[in-house]
């Protein structure tokens, strides 16, 4: 299987991964403040963290700590909660560049977003829009 072809299939299966119903996880009860990395810095997901963070610190009675840990498109924050022990005290707030776009851009990924990490829940849905000047070809692209 060529590089691009098994790229584009880890990428859909990450997607897929992502996106499905998983079974109820058991009862779990923190036993130290929890971490929340952030991976990219000023955008949805960052606020997003910050947002939950509160909530979650009042739920679970641990503190919870929102950490930016961005850079190369995210793999830096990833791989370090794919790293991290797994007793679900570090999370991370993901996003299609670390999860599943940049296995198509990187050689040697730190990490597997398939084995490495695990979906807990689908926080958000955000619109994506294209923008450009007003051209004849812009305006063909319109859907």
Known sequence: MNTIHRRAVLALAAA???????????EWAPSKPVRIIVP????????????????LQEAIGQ???????????????AD??????????????GYNGPMAINVTLFDKMPYDPVKDLAPIT????????????????????RT
């Not at 990219?40 to 909530?55: C, F, H, M, Q, Y």
């Not at 929102?66 to 924050?77: L, R, S, T, Y």
């Open 80 to 93: 370090m909660v794919a790293k991290a022990a797994p007793d679900g005290h570090t999370l991370l707030i």
């Open 16 to 26: 897929t991964l992502c996106s499905g119903a998983f079974a109820q996880a058991p």
């Open 122 to 141: 689908l926080a958000v849905k955000t619109p994506q829009y294209r923008w450009s000047t007003p051209t004849p070809a812009s305006r063909a692209c």
């Open 63 to 77: 503190p919870v700590i929102v950490e930016n840990k961005p850079g190369a498109g995210g793999n830096i924050g």
């Open 40 to 55: 990219i810095v000023g955008s949805t997901n960052d606020v997003l963290a910050r947002l939950v963070a509160p909530k």
